[in-house]
């Protein structure tokens, strides 16, 4: 369950970012977005293997699967 409150905790830091104004070229925009996706895939994968299920890793050492996939 960690995970997922990760993830939980980096959408809404990327949120009250969002809210007070930040733009997306805004490295620290960018810092919170890489954050949020780093803990969602985290959590995808946990829960993949809880279900006993799991993307097949690829050659960039990314679990998750591909963009549009």
């Known amino acids: ?30 810092r919170h977005l890489r954050a949020y996706l780093a803990a969602t895939e985290t959590a995808q994968v946990a829960m993949r293997r809880d279900l006993g299920t799991s993307w097949p890793e690829r050659p960039d050492g990314s679990v998750a699967p591909p963009v549009g996939g």
Do not use: C, H, S, Y
């Open 1 to 30: 369950m960690e995970p997922v409150n990760e993830a939980f905790w980096r959408v809404r830091d990327l949120r009250d970012l969002i809210a007070k104004g930040t733009v997306r070229g805004n490295q620290e925009f960018g």
